[in-house]
């Protein structure tokens, strides 16, 4: 058993290979979520099998055969086996993952082309990896035949599923996501597009440009939801607040401009949303 794997605060499950693993030519060696460790580091060591992981919450580092990655909500790496490799905790993370081996893993993984191109740090374009990674992992059949197949089974949807919908994580793509912490911690004051295209050092068309290939919408679109989103949080908190400082909270100078973005976002205004919110507390 790896050395980090021995902590009792991990959610992991360790599995023996039976005849039906050797048939599939597929082996799952453990799987498991790992919720806000810090710190957390594993040492250098190398393995004789794949390390599937994916970054829930956080931010981490990855090192294989001397090329590092910083990792951050949403990414994924997949390290090889007999590599020497280690990953590090930046800040308390929170992550998903699977070790794996088999002759038709190694088949797979050549014919998908997976193991050419960038491996530890890339993205998705939707949900449907991750589903399965923690359905995997969720899965509880424990070490009876039909567990053993259908984890297997799920791993081999997985792994074209990643291929599909892969996304490089470009320089770019890592500076987009820490600008994403800096709004979620900056909701509270005044943000234009001047302002946020000067802290990620771009010109605001370039930063405009950039930010709408990797995320499907204008920069101001996704920030005014993210005011409505922790508007909605503040609410089911309180539902007593008031709106107008609900709406200074969350960065709106006057109640009126928040109300009308409020149910722009959501279709209704916020007074209705607090009224449904405080009918839940009673019922």
């Given at each position: ?10 959610d ?25 460790k ?38 994924w ?10 990953y ?83 320089p ?41 290939e990797?995320?499907?919408?204008a ?65």
């Open positions: 058993m790896d050395k980090i794997a021995a902590s009792k605060s991990f992991i499950s360790h599995y023996q290979a039976g005849s039906i693993s050797a048939e599939m030519g597929v082996r799952i060696v453990s799987a498991g979520l790992v919720e806000g810090y710190p957390y580091h594993c040492l250098p060591r190398i393995r004789d099998d794949y390390l599937l992981l994916l970054t829930i919450k956080g931010s981490a580092m990855v090192q294989e055969q001397g090329q590092s990655k910083e990792l951050s909500p949403g990414d790496f997949l390290l090889l086996p007999r590599q020497e490799h280690t590090q905790a930046i800040t308390p993370w929170s992550l998903a993952y699977v070790h794996f081996s088999g002759w038709l893993v190694d088949s797979l993984l050549q014919n998908l082309s997976l193991l050419s191109i960038e491996r530890l740090c890339f993205r998705q374009q939707n949900e449907a990896a991750a589903g399965l990674l923690q359905e995997l992992v969720r899965s509880q059949q424990g070490s009876t035949a039909s567990g053993e197949a259908y984890r297997n089974a799920l791993l081999l949807q997985l792994l074209p599923t990643l291929k599909h919908n892969y996304l490089w994580k470009s770019e793509m890592n500076r987009l996501s820490r600008f994403e912490n800096f709004i979620a911690e900056n909701l509270h004051r005044p943000l234009t597009l001047e302002i946020l295209a000067e802290k990620m050092h771009l010109s605001k068309f370039h930063f405009a440009r950039v930010f709408h990797h995320f499907g919408e920069p101001m679109k996704q920030v005014r939801k993210m005011r409505v989103e922790r508007a909605m949080n503040l609410f089911r908190a309180d539902p007593e607040a008031r709106v107008d400082e609900v709406a200074a909270r969350v960065g709106f100078a006057d109640a009126l401009h928040f109300s009308r973005v409020f149910r722009q976002v959501t279709g209704i205004p916020p007074s209705e949303f607090r009224r449904r919110v405080a009918e839940e507390f009673i019922t």
